[in-house]
């Protein structure tokens, strides 16, 4: 559930599930399998993953800023 400090800012539609939002496992979700089955191919294709670490670990970062904004209850900024 969202709950956003600055109540005039929209609270997001979640429209599907291959998000980090629904991220439990269940039959309709595989987003981070297929995440995973891509980087697995990339490597055997010697390809790019279809997300790089690079852009995976901006996901991670704010992932964990808002476990600290939450357990510290204040607002944190994540920057780029």
């Given at each position: 559930m969202w709950d956003l400090k600055d109540k005039s800012i929209p609270v997001p539609e979640i429209t599907n599930s291959m998000g980090g939002v629904n991220c439990q496992y269940n039959e309709t979700n595989f987003g981070h399998i297929y995440l995973v089955e891509d980087m697995a191919m990339a490597i055997i294709e010697d390809r790019p993953p279809m997300i790089s670490g690079e852009e995976a670990r901006k996901a991670v970062?704010?992932?964990?800023?808002?476990?600290?904004?939450?357990d510290e209850k204040r607002e944190l900024k994540v920057e780029y």
């Open positions: 970062d704010i992932i964990l800023a808002s476990c600290k904004s939450s």
